[in-house]
Nanobody
């Protein structure tokens, strides 16, 4: 069984910052590559950042230079520092292990955390 608990979302003005946290347990190993995903209303879920056990990271072009993913392997926790937020970053943010797109619909997800960027 997978347990994923995301937190840290909220309402922020454009240009502001938020830090998301995700505690994972169950069948997700601390050795799994982990990712932050987001889904905006009417849009497909997308992977915005990922990090492997050793700390190597990848980012979607839309967030590169603004978001930073990190992890604490001892705590089975992944973080997403989001700076210079834009209205188009508004979405529900989820974490999970890195998955092929074909598995998005058959994989268990946590409740996510809402991020709203608005003035």
């Amino acid at each position: 069984q997978v347990q994923l608990v995301e937190s840290g979302g909220g309402l922020v003005q454009p240009g502001g910052s938020l830090r998301l946290s995700c505690a994972f347990s169950g069948s997700i190993s601390r050795f799994n590559a982990m990712g932050w995903y987001r889904q905006a209303p009417g849009k497909q879920r997308e992977l915005v950042a990922s990090i492997n056990y050793g700390g190597s990271t990848n980012y979607a072009d839309s967030v590169k230079g603004r978001f930073t993913i990190s992890r604490d392997n001892a705590k089975n926790t992944v973080y997403l520092q989001m700076n210079s937020l834009k209205p188009e970053d508004t979405a529900v943010y989820y974490c999970n292990k890195v998955l092929p797109v074909s598995q998005y619909w058959t994989t268990l997800w946590g409740q996510g955390t809402q991020v709203t960027v608005s003035s």
